[in-house]
Each structure stands twice: as C-alpha cells, then as structure tokens.
C-alpha cells in the first residue's frame, strides 16, 4: 500500500470513527442542563490608618445557568447563557465615589451622586461549537489560566468577552488560545476596555482592545504537570509563564511541589517614552519610567496528611516595575501563591514568605466543614521609603449541608488582616450563604 492510500485509509478511518461517536451524541436539547444558583452576599472593610473609612454592603443575587448540548452531526453547535441579577440588601450604599476605577471593593454600580444603585444586573451569551475532541467558545468566557483568572470576590463575578479555542486531541496534552476584547467588572453591567495598573485612571488612562493568550498543559505522568502560558495585552505588555506541578505519595501522607515563573516586558506604546507620555504606563518602582520590566518566580510545597495540609513557599519580584495583568481599579484574581483576600504581594522588587494551613474535618466524622489558615509577609518593595513591607492573616471556614431538607446549603466566612507601613492597614469580613438547584 502506498503512502497516499495509507494516507487515505486512516483518514477515513478517523473520520468513521468521529461521525459514529456524533451520531449516538445527544443533542442539542437532550443535553442541556439548566441551573438555578442562589448567593447571599455581605462584607463589611474598615481601614484602621484613615478617618471614617468603613463600608458594609449586603445583597442578594440570582443565577441562571443554561447549558445546551451539540446538535448532532461532524460538526456540533450550542450555546450557554448565564443570566445574573444583584438585589441591593443593606438599604444605604456607598457616597463619596463616584466611579467604578474609585470603588475597589463595591458590590454595587454607583448613580451619579456616588450612591450604589438598589439592583443590577447582566446576560452573558456564548455560542459553541465542537469537533472531535476540539471546542470553540464565542461570547461570555469565565478563564481561569495562569495569565489571566476572572475574579469571584463579590456578589456577581467578573465576566471577560472574546473567543477561545481548546483541543485535546493529542493525548495528555491540552492547547488553547483565543482573544479577549473588554471585561465585564464584577459590580458593573457595562463593558470596559482593558487595562493595567497605572494606566487605568486620571486624565491619560489608556485601555486596549486585544489581549491575546495562548497556552499548554501537559501531563507528563499521572503525577507530573507542566505548563507554558503566553499573554499580551496589546500597547502594554508581553508575559511568558512556566508552570511545573508535581504530587508525590510518601510512605506517610503526600507531597505537592508547585513551581511558577514569569517573564513580564513592555508591548508597543509601553515600549517608548513618547508612549508611555501618552499614557501607556505601568505601576512600578519608586522613579521608574512606567516600561514593563518583571521578572516573577515562586515555589510552593504543600505536605498531607489525614486531612491536614501544611504549606510553605516564597515568591521572589524583580524589575523596575510591578507584576502586570489586567485590571480596572476594582478586583482581580491572580496565579500567585501570595494572591490574598486584600493583597497580591506582587510590587516591584517584593520578596514574599508564604505560610498555610488547611483541615478538611470529614477526618473526624464532619463531612462539609473545611477551615484554613494564610499568613503571608512581603518586605524589600521598591517604593518611596526606606523599609517597605506589608503581611497579610486570612482566616476562612466553609460548611456545606451533607442530609436533609437543607442538604447542599453552603456557607462561607474569610477574615483578613491587612498591615504595612506604606499602604492602608484594612480588615475585612466576608459571610456568603448560597445554594443550586439544577432544573433539568
């Protein structure tokens, strides 16, 4: 048999092979799945270095989660919609900040007198097609990858809009690329460009319209994990990540060894001054330039045993400028053993010691209740002063309802204790009730 019969022989064999797993694919309809999530939102802050500066906010929100199936065929086609609506609680509302860039923190869009709205709300849709063992998404997209995670801190989440496209087509090994275009803030129905620290405010704020990102996972043994990101927000900045995840069992409990490296430089406008005049500016070290400029690496080991998950790791910032990634001025997500419920420990040349502790108490006959501890301490940041430092205590405890007429109730509280000597000194509290109810 020759090469182009061979060739051809195979092909058609694939071929039989996908449009037989389509036909016996459910479809369009037959696969949907439809869910009804509820979530009880309330944070209190108090910032303890300035005068009268405590928040509370309290709501209600509401989510609708629809999944379709694929219409059958080679090729299948569906379509997601994720329905949400916030319900103001606490009566009052925040004054005196007049914008989202000025209200980090707010679960609520503010009016035009700097009061937060009574309710609010926003449709995201998603159209999908499939192929094979390759997806393709268009529309509302939640990423959660080493160089870009939406945010989850309030009462709705933070919604990205763009395209992206995964394959697993090759065994072991996951790709994915795709663009993103504007962002949906976490307390906002509007849509917004994007940006980074820095450049995101004042007279000259400056937004982009294309991030672009690829990336792979690939498993090179049942317990090995490596990885390859690659990130540019346009005008702003280029980032490369190298991952490496490793779970080794022990004669007595397991280790998990969690390596992350990231290189950060300037993109377009960024890179020249007159740019950077313009407005295309990072945050950074105390007289830096605004250029990108970040090289940031850590190292994470986690020990187990019966329950108990005991944590070490320290994450090391160099460069003139700070750690990039897109943010608007209100909550961000980061993929970083240091990101905390207030700080991210991610300032221009800031070495960070990393503490954890975890209890799952299904050990001693609790199933659902589950308590960590954090400690996080950062010093050498480069800024204004001579002896810049910061640490941050979280506390959390989840439980979640295991029988009964209430089965599948979760409730969540986080504490954290923010302190520095060159930022605001900030508590926190965080109490989330919520449920699901899968429709169909």
Same mark, same amino acid.
């Given at each position: 048999m020759n090469k182009s019969t061979l060739t051809l022989a195979v092909t058609a064999a694939i071929l039989g092979q996908t449009l037989s797993q389509q036909a016996v +694919?459910? $479809? #369009?309809?037959?696969?949907?799945?439809?869910?009804?999530?509820?979530? /009880?939102?309330?944070? /209190?802050?108090?910032?303890?270095?300035?005068? +009268?500066?405590?928040?509370?906010? !309290?709501?209600?929100a509401f989510f609708l989660d629809y999944k379709s199936g694929f219409t059958q065929g080679p090729v299948g086609f569906g379509l997601d919609v994720l329905a949400m609506h916030a319900i103001r609680l606490d009566g009052g509302g925040r004054s005196g900040k007049a914008d989202i860039e000025r209200t980090p923190g707010g679960m609520f869009p503010l009016e035009s007198n700097g009061k937060g709205k009574t309710d609010f709300g926003r449709v995201g849709v998603t159209g999908k097609l499939r192929f094979s063992k390759t997806e393709a998404r268009l529309g509302t997209l939640l990423p959660k990858m080493p160089v870009l995670t939406y945010n989850d801190g309030r009462l709705l989440p933070q919604m990205f809009h763009g395209a992206q496209i995964t394959t697993n087509e090759i065994k072991d090994l996951t790709l994915t690329a795709g663009k993103i275009e504007h962002s949906t803030e976490r307390n906002s129905s509007d849509s917004y460009g994007l940006s980074i620290s820095g450049a995101n405010s004042g007279s000259k704020a400056q937004f982009s319209n294309e991030f672009y990102f690829a990336g792979a996972d690939y498993k090179a043994t049942k317990d090995l994990l490596l990885q390859y990101y690659y990130g540019n927000l346009r005008d702003f900045y280029k980032q490369h990540f190298f991952g490496l995840v490793h779970d080794w069992k022990l004669p007595v409990g397991a280790l998990k060894t969690d390596l992350r490296y990231f290189y950060s430089d300037s993109d377009g406008k960024n890179e020249s001054a007159s740019g950077r005049a313009e407005g295309y500016v990072s945050s950074g070290a105390n007289g830096s330039s605004g250029e990108v400029?970040?090289?940031? !690496?850590?190292? @994470?080991?986690?020990?187990?045993? +019966? $329950?108990?998950?005991?944590? +070490?790791?320290?994450?090391?910032?160099?460069? /003139?400028?700070? #750690?990039?990634?897109?943010?608007?001025?209100? $909550?961000?997500?980061?993929?970083?053993?240091?990101?905390?419920? @207030? $700080?991210? #420990?991610?300032?221009?040349?800031? /070495?960070? !010691?990393?503490?954890?502790?975890?209890y799952d108490f299904a050990q001693i006959g609790v199933p659902g209740l589950k308590a960590s501890l954090a400690y996080v301490s950062g010093d050498d940041i480069d800024a204004a002063?001579?002896?810049?430092?910061? !640490?941050?205590?979280? #506390?959390?405890v989840d439980y979640t309802i295991q029988s009964g007429i209430l089965k599948g109730v979760s409730f969540m509280w986080r504490n954290a204790a923010l302190r520095g000597n060159d930022t605001r000194d900030q508590d926190e509290n965080r109490l989330m009730v919520s449920y699901s109810l899968p429709l169909f």
């Open positions: +694919a459910a $479809g #369009f309809i037959e696969d949907s799945k439809a869910t009804l999530s509820f979530r /009880n939102f309330y944070v /209190n802050q108090d910032i303890r270095n300035q005068d +009268a500066s405590r928040s509370e906010e !309290w709501g209600q400029d970040n090289n940031l !690496w850590s190292a @994470m080991f986690t020990y187990s045993l +019966a $329950g108990h998950a005991l944590s +070490a790791g320290y994450q090391k910032v160099t460069g /003139n400028s700070d #750690f990039p990634h897109i943010f608007l001025g209100n $909550g961000r997500t980061l993929y970083l053993i240091t990101d905390s419920q @207030m $700080g991210k #420990f991610a300032s221009a040349g800031e /070495n960070s !010691w990393v503490a954890k502790y975890a002063g001579s002896d810049t430092k910061e !640490w941050e205590r979280d #506390f959390r």
